[in-house]
């Protein structure tokens, strides 16, 4: 089996031959074709079939209501005590609403999470995540909030309880695997889901994780998650996937994924990268404050965008907006 990791450019002035990336701001003229164990070979876009072609250029239909022609901020708010970065910031329901309009203002969704997915935690029962945030995501709305909110969970009861305050996405870090009950739920509430990939639990997940190629692992993991919601009777439309970084990878397997994250716009769906203030940031600045990790964060979120990431989920959302319309305004040169 071959893969095809279409090279992403932002440059304006585009060759003859070049075609959108993903119907968005990137585009390609040539693609990196991988065989497992073989060295990588780089062709022209007019010798990959028309079939891969129109897949790897075609505009990818809306995601929970947003337009995925331009990139979009996912902004994140942690209603626990132990998240890895805002931990216990935003547990009391007045913090966590007030953290929200702030992030609204900038972000183009909100994702609320009632449990901790850091390398080492512990699982929260459902009862207790959705006590978390249900009633946040409820306020929210009454309050006459219109973002998407995604709901940022394993569990189909708290996916449920969310649904039932007002999210409108799931967004799932196991890819339905965890709950039996996930896919069936989304199936039928017929809201949007992202695909998260990871490996085992966030208990577990950091314990020696081997992979025999990364990229094509964590590629192959991807397809066969989307194959399993497609079967579960959630059409390709409403899904989109992301390639869980920190979620049992180490440094050097998290730096492979953030090089060559183009690859995974050959499934055919929305891209969500999501790597704020992560610890492999810590490590490569030397920064151990979770929280001092935003400028690196910033940098990893431009990479992503510059190979046509459409979510970049982030906790530093008006920093985040404020570097994307430079970083916009200067790749168009106003053009945009
Ligand atoms: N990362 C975290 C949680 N949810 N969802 C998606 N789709 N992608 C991610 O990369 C992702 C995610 C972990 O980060 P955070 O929510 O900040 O921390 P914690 O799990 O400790 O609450």
């Not at 966590?96 to 992030?103: D, E, F, I």
């Not at 994702?111 to 978390?132: C, F, Y």
């Not at 704020?276 to 810590?282: C, H, L, V």
């Amino acid at each position: 089996m071959s893969y095809i990791r279409p090279i992403p450019m932002t440059d304006p002035a585009r060759p003859i031959g070049a075609v959108p990336l993903a119907g968005g701001w990137c585009w390609f003229s040539h693609a990196e074709i991988f065989h497992r164990g073989e060295i990588a070979r780089i062709v022209p876009v007019a010798q990959l079939d028309g079939e891969t072609r129109d897949r790897l250029s075609s505009a990818r239909p809306a995601f929970g209501g947003l337009a995925m022609d331009r990139p979009r901020i996912m902004g994140i708010l942690n209603v626990t005590p132990d998240s890895f970065s805002d931990g216990g910031q935003f547990l009391r329901p007045e913090a966590a609403l007030m953290q929200a309009r702030k992030m609204a203002a900038g972000a183009d969704i909100l994702d609320i999470g009632g449990e901790s997915t850091r390398p080492g935690a512990a699982e929260v029962l459902a009862a207790e995540e959705i006590a978390r945030t249900a009633p946040v995501i409820a306020a929210l709305r009454h309050g006459g909030l219109e973002l998407p909110i995604s709901i940022d969970t394993r569990k189909a009861a708290v996916a449920e309880a969310a649904f039932a305050a007002g999210a409108t996405i799931l967004n799932d870090v196991t890819a339905l695997q965890f709950d039996p009950a996930m896919a069936r739920v989304a199936a039928a509430a017929g809201r949007p889901v992202i695909l998260m990939h990871s490996i085992a639990t966030p208990a577990t997940m950091q314990d020696d994780p081997f992979y025999d190629d990364v990229l094509l692992d964590v590629y192959d993991a991807l397809a066969a998650r989307l194959a399993e919601a497609l079967a579960a009777g959630i059409p390709r439309e409403k899904l989109a996937v992301d390639p869980g970084i920190g979620f049992g990878k180490t440094l050097a397997h998290n730096l492979t994924l953030l090089s060559r994250l183009s690859l995974f716009h050959n499934l055919g769906v929305p891209v969500l990268l999501g790597a704020s203030r992560k610890r492999f940031i810590g490590t490569i600045s030397a920064e151990a404050d979770a929280a001092k990790r935003m400028p690196g964060s910033l940098a990893v979120a431009l990479a992503g965008v510059a190979q046509g990431m459409q979510m970049i989920r982030v906790h530093d959302v008006a920093e985040t907006r404020q570097a994307l319309s430079l970083w916009q305004a200067a790749t168009t040169g106003g053009a945009a």
